[in-house]
């Protein structure tokens, strides 16, 4: 799924750093847990009582949908099952970035920068 989206007021835009890439946010955020690949099998995974999952097969675990608002909200911390580690950071408390919103059959949804991008290169490593 391919999001259409717009930065928000100008005012907004002039405070704020240039967003990094997607695969940045991954390598920076995610990778020593994740892995570099996305396996599940990052330096610190080996330590953690629950085994981080492979983020490459997040579509095929979903009948071939990447569920791009579930990711999201699970990267954020908003969405989480019981039978999900602790061991991972609810993101959205922290800075994101830039808010952008994202629109979907006429409606916008403010979503962080750095979110959007990181879960868009998330969709791109299916395999």
Same mark, same amino acid.
């Given at each position: 799924?391919?999001?259409?989206? +717009?930065?928000?007021? !100008?005012? &907004?835009?002039? /405070?704020?750093?240039?967003?990094?890439? #997607?695969? $940045?946010?991954? !390598?920076?955020? /995610?990778?020593? /847990?994740?892995?570099?690949?996305?396996?599940?099998?990052?330096? @610190?995974?080996?330590? !953690?009582? $629950?085994?981080?999952?492979?983020?490459?097969?997040? +579509? +095929?675990?979903?009948?071939?949908?990447?569920?791009?608002?579930? *990711?999201? =909200?699970?990267?954020?911390? &908003?969405?989480? #099952?019981?039978?999900? =580690?602790?061991?991972?950071? %609810?993101? #959205?408390?922290?800075?994101?970035? +830039?808010?952008?919103?994202? %629109?979907?059959?006429? @409606?916008? $949804?403010? *979503?962080?920068?750095?979110? &959007?991008? @990181?879960? %868009?290169? !998330?969709? =791109?490593?299916?395999?």
């Amino acid at each position: 799924m391919r999001f259409h989206f +717009a930065i928000l007021p !100008l005012a &907004l835009a002039a /405070c704020v750093d240039e967003p990094i890439d #997607g695969r $940045t946010a991954y !390598l920076e955020n /995610c990778a020593s /847990c994740h892995g570099a690949d996305a396996k599940g099998d990052g330096p @610190l995974a080996r330590d !953690l009582t $629950t085994t981080p999952p492979d983020l490459t097969t997040i +579509a +095929a675990r979903n009948g071939g949908v990447f569920p791009t608002d579930q *990711v999201m =909200s699970t990267i954020d911390g &908003l969405d989480r #099952g019981a039978h999900f =580690s602790t061991a991972m950071p %609810e993101f #959205g408390a922290g800075d994101m970035g +830039a808010t952008v919103i994202i %629109e979907e059959d006429g @409606l916008g $949804t403010p *979503v962080p920068m750095q979110l &959007l991008m @990181l879960t %868009e290169y !998330l969709e =791109s490593i299916q395999e």
